[in-house]
T-cell receptor
Framework: DAGVIQSPRHEVTEMGQEVTLRCKPI?????LFWYRQTMMRGLELLIY????????DSGMPEDRFSAKMPNASFSTLKIQPSEPRDSAVYFC???????????????FGAGSRLTVL | AQSVTQLDSQVPVFEEAPVELRCNYS??????LFWYVQYPNQGLQLLLK??????LVKGINGFEAEFNKSQTSFHLRKPSVHISDTAEYFC????????????FGKGTKLTVNP
């Protein structure tokens, strides 16, 4: 298995531009997570999906952020318009949620490093 | 809601020395506990997890952790570290029988010096 695949690995953009980050989870996994990592805040959960349905988006900073999961093999995180404070590494992770909810191991992608100038 | 506190943001040690990375958690329900490791420019990967049973959990690369319910701690240890153990280590918690939401601590940067 190729693991969780994220693109792009690096993105540099100017303030006000739209940014779209992409994620392909591991085949067979039914939960998908978007995390943001910064020096100040550490790893923050932005949103997670189960069976393509958003379950908890309480970590999404504001309306400029949106996430979709149109099918089991693809998810996007969009920022529009982007701001310098959005600069961070964004991680996608997936897991298989079986009967033992909460016990499952997340597999992380390599991350997308976003710089907003 | 759960929370995780990693008491040390940076831990420098010499090669072959023992190391302990501290983690305390807070939750109103029973929890599952995890340690993940992040090497430079990579995503996180699982080191070990505590779900139930023996409170001493062994993981990959010679690491182990002990769950202490009374002290709400899950400290990570290794008796002898290598240069290759230099990385950032994250403690994480999730609710038993709750959602899949995993809450991470802020991480401890372990630097192993020759």
């Amino acid at each position: 298995d190729a693991g969780v695949i994220q693109s792009p690995r690096h993105e540099v953009t100017e303030m006000g531009q739209e940014v779209t980050l992409r994620c392909k989870p591991i085949s067979g996994h039914n939960s998908l997570f978007w995390y943001r990592q910064t020096m100040m805040r550490g790893l923050e959960l932005l949103i997670y999906f189960n069976n393509n349905v958003p379950i908890d988006d309480s970590g999404m900073p504001e309306d400029r952020f949106s996430a979709k999961m149109p099918n089991a093999s693809f998810s996007t995180l969009k920022i529009q318009p982007s701001e310098p404070r959005d600069s961070a590494v964004y991680f996608c992770a997936s897991s298989y949620e079986g009967f033992q909810s909460g016990a499952n191991v997340l597999t992380f992608g390599a991350g997308s490093r976003l710089t907003v100038l | 809601a759960q929370s995780v506190t990693q008491l040390d943001s940076q831990v420098p040690v010499f090669e072959e020395a023992p190391v302990e990375l501290r983690c305390n958690y807070s939750s109103s329900v029973s929890v599952y506990l995890f340690w993940y490791v992040q090497y430079p420019n990579q995503g996180l990967q699982l080191l070990l997890k505590y779900l139930s049973g023996s409170t001493l959990v062994k993981g990959i690369n010679g690491f182990e952790a002990e769950f202490n319910k009374s002290q709400t701690s899950f400290h990570l240890r290794k008796p002898s570290v290598h240069i290759s153990d230099t990385a950032e280590y994250f403690c994480a918690v999730s609710d038993q029988g709750g959602s899949e939401k995993l809450v991470f601590g802020k991480g401890t940067k372990l630097t192993v010096n020759p």
